[in-house]
């Protein structure tokens, strides 16, 4: 344990060796100014509180000097005290941020089918709790570097001034962190137990709250809160088991400490009368073995400090450790204002645990056509979308862009050329402005024209702000219809040269999904469009139209022609119209 932990804070003051030195150079200073005070204590016994005294000597050319020694030392140790609390909370809290900056930048390299095996409350008390509790142990690391110099220097003095004192100081002292150690080990698993029920109190809080609407629909209120409720006392329970056993072992150590003051009061004493020792010398003893009281319970804090720091930094590390890494090439986006030319050839793909999704597909689409890709529910229309976007990769096969490997494209590369606009909009609690303009230096012009290709432009302006409104958590202030619209206009700002749109427009009313897909067919905007379509409205505008099932492409052409030759695409197709006939008469 000790060992590993030792690895984690050298990681630490690796990542910032600047502040980690100063604060180590403060706590050093400050052991330093004990010992320098404990040795200013006993020489001002010696020669000034002693022969004055037993002797009534004349203290009038020593007491200032005195005074000034005392002074000297006490701003000694009061700017070494300054530096390292300053330095020590520098490091801790730098150090946090750097941990979160790395771990969401891994996070956000890894493949999604790694996503769809965790639990989105465990990664944010990973990222959050995980990471504060793996670097609690900078707060007192580097203190305890300088109360193990000042039991070092302690000790040293002890053997200057006297042998036997020595011995005595030092078996009861590695008693007093043997004591520590034991404790720390015993600590460690109930550590881990905390940071484990943590991440679950933590994925319960956030399902109860991202499932507000669901969980109030089915009233199952109670049931949740009653959820809820047992995993906190889970947690508490452990919390309190936790700390109890930190204040045995407090309570332990500081009946040590006691116990070593009386023990060597005694011992001097004795050696006082046999002539070994002067009372100077134990008055500097026994003052240092009393400065090293907080020293000592600051190892002790260190020793679970670093338990603790083990426990919630495995936590993180098992993260780190993930290497589902999505793979990138080194290319970079064309600059080219034209659609592009996308191809598959003998794709298949499969999700982790799953039944092949799609099979050997085959596909050529070629530049600045509007294509409608139709087909069964199941039948793989969306993952065949989310293959183009290069949201998954393929089993086997390959996906080019003008004979370009999706793979071969650079990191945040690809969504210089495509842009994907899923079915469920997700928005930012940003103004609508900063939503469309979401990772793109987009001037008003920009940003205003695109929301007017998404029809977007008109329901804007009719909020409060207009284009400054905050949209509030997730957009919940719109509507679904008009969450796909600034979604869909985010897309359009990029001028991208190929446009998924997986079911994009469904919760627009069918005439503004007509006009919307009118305006992308009409537009100079330099794009191949492929669209999943639902609606026969939708279908009919595409140039060309692709039909899926079971997870093939079963044929590619017009839409008139399919519906004449291919019976199982008139068949949906006329289901569709079905379906939207009878919505519309309800």
């Not at 706590?27 to 002797?55: C, H, M």
């Not at 580097?142 to 036997?164: A, E, Q, R, Y």
């Not at 109670?222 to 056993?245: G, N, P, W």
Request: hydrophobic residues 50%; charged residues 20%.
């Amino acid at each position: 344990m000790l060992r590993e932990g030792g690895a984690i804070a050298v990681r630490f003051a690796k990542a910032r060796p600047g502040s980690f030195s100063l604060a180590v150079l403060g706590a050093a200073l400050f052991v330093s100014a004990i010992v320098a005070s404990a040795v200013v204590i006993g020489r001002v016994t010696d020669e000034l509180i002693i022969p004055v005294l037993d002797e009534g000597a004349d203290y009038a050319d020593l007491l200032w000097p005195a005074l000034w020694a005392v002074i000297l030392v006490a701003i000694w140790k009061a700017a070494a005290i300054v530096l390292r609390r300053t330095a020590a909370g520098y490091l801790q809290f730098r150090v946090q941020a750097d941990a979160r900056h790395d771990l969401i930048e891994h996070l956000l390299k890894l493949e999604l089918a790694w996503y769809q095996r965790q639990s989105t409350g465990t990664l944010l008390a990973v990222s959050d709790t995980d990471v504060r509790q793996g670097t609690f142990i900078l707060a007192p690391l580097p203190f305890g570097i300088g109360s193990s110099l000042l039991l070092i220097g302690t000790v040293t003095l002890i053997v200057l001034i006297d042998g036997w004192l020595s011995l005595i100081a030092f078996i009861c002292l590695a008693g007093i962190v043997a004591v520590n150690m034991q404790g720390a080990w015993k600590m460690f698993s109930a550590f881990r137990d905390v940071q484990v029920l943590r991440g679950e109190v933590s994925s319960i809080a956030h399902e109860s709250l991202d499932g507000a609407l669901t969980i109030k629909a089915l009233g199952r209120i109670d049931y949740e809160t009653e959820r809820f409720q047992t995993a906190s006392e889970k947690l508490r329970d452990k919390l309190i088991h936790v700390l109890q056993m930190m204040a045995t072992y407090r309570v332990g150590v500081e009946g040590l400490l006691s116990a070593i003051t009386v023990i060597m009061l005694v011992a001097g004493a004795i050696r006082i009368n046999s002539g070994d020792v002067t009372t100077g010398n134990i008055i500097t003893i026994t003052y240092l073995l009393s400065l090293l009281f907080i020293p000592i319970r600051i190892i002790g804090f260190v020793l679970w400090s670093i338990a603790s720091s083990r426990a919630g930094w495995e936590r993180v590390q098992d993260v780190y450790d993930v290497r589902d890494l999505v793979p990138y090439g080194d290319l970079l986006p064309q600059a080219e204002e034209s659609g592009a030319h996308v191809t598959g050839k003998t794709v298949s793909f499969s999700y982790e645990g799953g039944e092949t999704v799609i099979t050997d597909v085959n596909l050529a689409i070629r530049p600045e056509r509007v294509v409608a890709v139709v087909g069964p529910t199941g039948s793989g229309k969306s993952t065949l979308t989310a293959l183009l976007a290069r949201l998954w990769d393929p089993s086997s096969g390959s996906i080019t862009i003008d004979g370009r490997d999706l793979r071969s494209f650079a990191r945040s590369a690809l969504p210089g050329e495509v842009a994907y606009v899923a079915q469920e909009a997700f928005l930012f609690d940003d103004t609508v402005r900063g939503n469309i303009a979401f990772g793109v230096l987009a001037d008003d012009q920009d940003v205003v024209a695109a929301a007017q290709l998404a029809g977007a432009h008109e329901f804007i302006l009719e909020l409060p702000e207009g284009y400054d409104s905050v949209l509030g958590e997730r957009g919940t202030s719109l509507s679904g219809g008009q969450r796909q619209r600034i979604a869909l206009a985010r897309a359009l700002v990029r001028k991208p040269r190929l446009l998924i749109l997986d079911d994009a427009t469904s919760a627009v009313d069918p005439s503004v999904e007509a006009r919307i897909l009118e305006r992308l067919r009409d537009s100079e905007l330099p794009s191949t469009v492929i669209i999943v379509a639902y609606r026969t409205s939708s279908i009919t505008l595409a140039d060309e139209v692709v039909f899926v099932d079971e997870g093939q492409i079963v044929a590619h052409g017009s839409h008139s022609d399919l519906t004449q030759d291919v019976p199982g695409y008139a068949r949906i197709v006329e289901a569709y119209a079905d379906d939207a006939e009878s919505r519309s008469e309800s």
